[in-house]
């Protein structure tokens, strides 16, 4: 059990079956840096986040001490900067980073998760349920959801083939055991190992004559690897408690702020397009999925990476957290309702 300890606790919301939730976990779980998780429900809505005074909906998030991060591509960045019981998982610079960055865009950008998510079992019962179709409906405002084109799953299953075939011919080809040829999991097997890893424990999404450990040796022993690694990893750090909403809201808003030097750079074009200075309202939300739900909040930081933002009970009151957004894939506008609907 470990005995690491921080003065910003961590929380992640999550629930069970998001394989996005996963990646995080995983990260968490392989550098033994404890954590504790809140389990949110599948549909909307979510007092919990609400609480906090955000309006983003997907899951998940995560907070440090008294500041919330948005998206696994932030979360995982953010991770990388914390100390911890192992050392970061990705290097901090050359090739390995590039492939490690390049694999996070492809996989969700490219279309590998857009085609393990096309090879959901259609009889699942949820795929039933009225409540569900209509959230999911709001999720991808009308991008992703509604009856599936007749070769949805043929295309996805060709695409996905494609896939196995690169990672088990050019990476996996000379018998190394992580993508990297690391002594140990790294950011770059996580990023690259999500959805597979969510098809490998669904039944019925992958076609034993098409994609198994028949035809792909190496990916699924990487899998099993990967997994064995996560649980042996889990093991020592113990169990993450699971805590409830109000619990989680009270520690995040009683803890110091993880972040205390944000700012507002003044080098960055959208700065410069909406004439932005600190202390600024603005909205911010996600620019694919969820889009229709929008952050307001009071500026604090602005760089390439991400936009800091207050939220607060009324734009008058006093703060209640800090958000952090990544600024790919979400859009920034000035805080008043006019320019929010760009
Ligand atoms: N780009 C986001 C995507 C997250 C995402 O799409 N999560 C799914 C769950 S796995 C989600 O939020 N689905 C809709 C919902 O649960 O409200 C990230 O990396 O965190």
């Given amino acids: 059990m470990s005995t690491y300890q ?3 606790p961590i929380i992640l919301y ?3 079956f998001s394989p996005y939730a996963k990646r995080v976990a995983w990260y968490l779980q392989l550098r033994g840096i404890p954590y504790k998780k809140t389990e949110q429900p599948a549909l909307l809505p979510r007092p919990d986040i609400a609480a906090l005074g ?6 998940p998030i995560l907070s440090i001490g008294r500041d919330v991060y948005l998206d696994t591509r932030l979360i995982l960045r953010k991770l990388e900067t914390i100390p911890g019981p192992r050392p970061s998982l990705g290097a901090p610079a050359g090739e390995h980073h590039a492939l490690t960055c390049l694999l996070e865009r492809f996989v969700v950008e490219a279309g590998p998760f857009a085609w393990a998510a096309t090879l959901i079992p259609q009889d ?3 795929f039933k349920d009225k409540a569900w179709l ?3 409906e709001d999720f991808f405002q009308g991008g992703g959801s509604g009856p ?3 070769l949805a799953r043929a295309e996805a299953l060709s695409n996905l083939r494609e896939m196995f075939e690169l990672l088990e011919r050019s990476f996996f080809g000379d018998g190394r055991d992580w993508i990297l040829q690391t002594d140990r999991p790294s950011l770059a097997d996580i990023e690259a190992i999500w959805p597979l890893h969510w098809l490998k424990g669904m039944p019925g999404a992958l076609p034993e004559d098409l994609i198994s450990d028949r035809q792909y040796p190496r990916v699924f022993a990487w899998i099993e690897r990967f997994q064995s690694a996560v649980s042996a990893a889990a093991f020592e750090v113990g169990k993450a408690p699971t805590i409830g909403g109000a619990e989680a809201a009270q520690i995040i808003v009683t803890s110091p702020y993880f972040e205390k030097h944000e700012r507002v750079e003044h080098s960055e074009p959208i700065v ?3 004439g932005l200075k600190p202390g600024d309202a603005v909205t911010v939300f996600p620019t694919d999925t969820g889009r229709r739900h929008k952050d307001q909040g009071i500026l604090v930081g602005l760089n390439e990476q991400e936009v800091v933002f207050e939220t607060r009970a009324d734009l008058d009151g006093s703060p209640i957290i800090k958000v952090h957004a990544p600024r790919h894939g979400f859009r920034i506008t000035r805080g008043d309702k006019k320019s929010s609907s760009l």
């Fill in 6 to 8: 921080s003065e910003h």
């Fill in 14 to 16: 999550q629930y069970r």
């Fill in 54 to 59: 955000i309006n983003y909906r997907r899951i």
């Fill in 124 to 126: 699942m019962p949820i």
């Fill in 134 to 136: 209509r959230d999911r």
């Fill in 148 to 150: 599936a084109h007749p």
């Fill in 272 to 274: 410069g397009a909406l």
